[in-house]
């Protein structure tokens, strides 16, 4: 018997964590997976704690009570009305589990903890409750994004689904697993992809002598990576997607490959982007300053895959 692929599904009770549930609901491979739908129980708030602290009253730990009856009983509300909109969009209810964990450590650190138990993937929003204008990643996402085990994280936008991906390639290896990754989750379901690499301007072509950038070797360049996106091509035409629905493109030129990359999805109506991590040795580049994190925060209607 096949073990069903298991994702995590990180909501926080809040309006914005329907979004979530409509992103899983559109796409159509989330079907066959076996989702976990999680929940960290929110704090008391710290005025509850000072009342008691500073008058000693026992109406003080009678409201702190009534709060935490009160908050549970909204979060079990919260998960039953996520569990049947799935359910309601053509999810089988043996494949959904519901699970509101009291916080041990921080919302983080104990997500991260639950994410090490197996899980082949992570669905989450780029911003929780604490919706701060201008924003584009919340706190929490962020210390995910850097810190999560070796496994995709899929951060879901408000763009309506197209089955519709560009894959922004880069190194070999994470390109590789990229494919995999597209492969393992969405082949069979009639998606098209484009598989872009994007070659920035040096900003030294106008330089001569020692520090011009020989044409020779930019088109060297060019061509590796042109034989990469074929092989890369050839994988996914093997796995099942048919030959006209995988397209190959590079650009060249540009001074940003993030913004470069976001311009080509919108221009080719993706509703998703997938990028892969650099690599085990720079775990946190993902958020700091990466071509990554960039895309994260310029694309912020589309979802992205980070494989």
């Not at 061509?223 to 048919?242: S, V, Y």
Request: glycine fraction near 10%; charged fraction near 25%; charge should be neutral.
């Amino acid at each position: 018997m096949t073990v069903p692929v298991k994702f995590l599904v990180l909501l926080d009770g809040s309006p914005r964590s329907f979004h979530t549930l409509d992103y899983i609901a559109a796409v159509r491979p989330f079907r066959k997976f076996y989702l976990v739908l999680f929940q960290v129980m929110g704090e008391v708030p710290e005025y509850y704690w000072d009342m008691v602290a500073e008058t000693g009253s026992v109406h003080g730990i009678q409201e702190i009570e009534r709060w935490q009856r009160d908050a549970k009983r909204q979060s079990e509300a919260f998960m039953a009305e996520a569990r049947d909109r799935l359910v309601s969009s053509g999810f089988d209810d043996g494949r959904i589990e519901t699970r509101l964990h009291a916080r041990v450590v921080g919302v983080a650190r104990d997500i991260l903890e639950e994410a090490k138990r197996g899980y082949d993937g992570v669905v989450m929003r780029r911003r929780g409750q604490g919706n701060i204008k201008g924003v584009v990643v919340g706190s929490v996402a962020n210390k995910l994004l850097s810190r999560l085990p070796d496994i995709p994280v899929i951060l879901a936008g408000v763009r309506n689904q197209n089955k519709k991906m560009l894959l922004a390639v880069g190194g070999a290896e994470s390109a590789d697993r990229m494919v995999a990754t597209v492969t393992a989750m969405i082949g069979g379901y009639d998606y098209r992809i484009e598989l872009l690499h994007v070659i920035r301007d040096s900003g030294r072509n106008d330089l001569q002598g020692a520090g011009a950038i020989p044409a020779d070797m930019v088109d060297r360049f060019a061509g590796d990576i042109k034989k990469r996106l074929h092989d890369l091509r050839e994988k996914l035409i093997l796995a099942g997607f048919a030959p006209d629905s995988v397209t190959e493109t590079i650009t060249q030129g540009v001074t940003s490959r993030a913004e470069a990359i976001v311009a080509e999805a919108e221009a080719r109506d993706c509703s998703t982007i997938v990028m892969g991590r650099r690599g085990p040795s720079d775990p946190e580049d993902i958020v700091t300053g990466s071509v990554c994190s960039k895309v994260i925060h310029r694309g912020r209607e589309l979802t992205v895959w980070i494989t």
